[in-house]
């Protein structure tokens, strides 16, 4: 998770997970990435306010990475969140050194909007970069 800027990882438990995934409704939902069965990553939305949904979404296998199913999933998601749930905007936010999800953001159609300097903290100190992006429903 270096590339997006946690270089000593989450630092987190399968029990926090599945503790924090039994608070998700509606509103907030997660949805874990399996490939053959073996979780690879994660897909989340939550809603921001009218008609808008946050995203996230995170090939956390390195051994899975670049090999295109970050792009199909994002769109996917983006298609059953428009069509499903009936958001007009989809936002989402990435640190600036993560070029790779730059790039799938771009190539599904987000159009950067924005670049928030000194955003936060990594684990280690050091202040961030944070690229906004957006897609409004077509």
């Not at 792009?71 to 070029?99: Q, W």
């Not at 928030?116 to 944070?130: A, D, H, P, Y």
Request: charged content about 25%.
């Amino acid at each position: 998770m270096a590339h997006a800027g946690f270089p000593n990882g989450l630092g987190t438990t399968a029990q926090k997970i599945a503790a924090s995934l039994a608070g998700d409704n509606d509103e907030n939902r997660r949805c874990i990435i399996e490939l053959h069965g073996t979780p690879i990553g994660e897909m989340n939305y939550r809603t921001k306010g009218e008609n808008v949904a946050e995203i996230g979404i995170k090939i956390c296998d390195a051994t899975q990475q670049n090999n295109g199913y970050g792009t199909t999933l994002l769109r996917m998601f983006v298609r059953e969140l428009f069509s499903r749930h009936g958001f007009e905007k989809i936002v989402l936010d990435t640190n600036a050194n993560n070029k790779r999800a730059q790039h799938v953001y771009e190539k599904v159609g987000f159009e950067r909007v924005g670049v928030r300097e000194n955003s936060w903290k990594n684990q280690q100190g050091q202040l961030q970069l944070s690229i906004d992006y957006e897609l409004i429903r077509k």
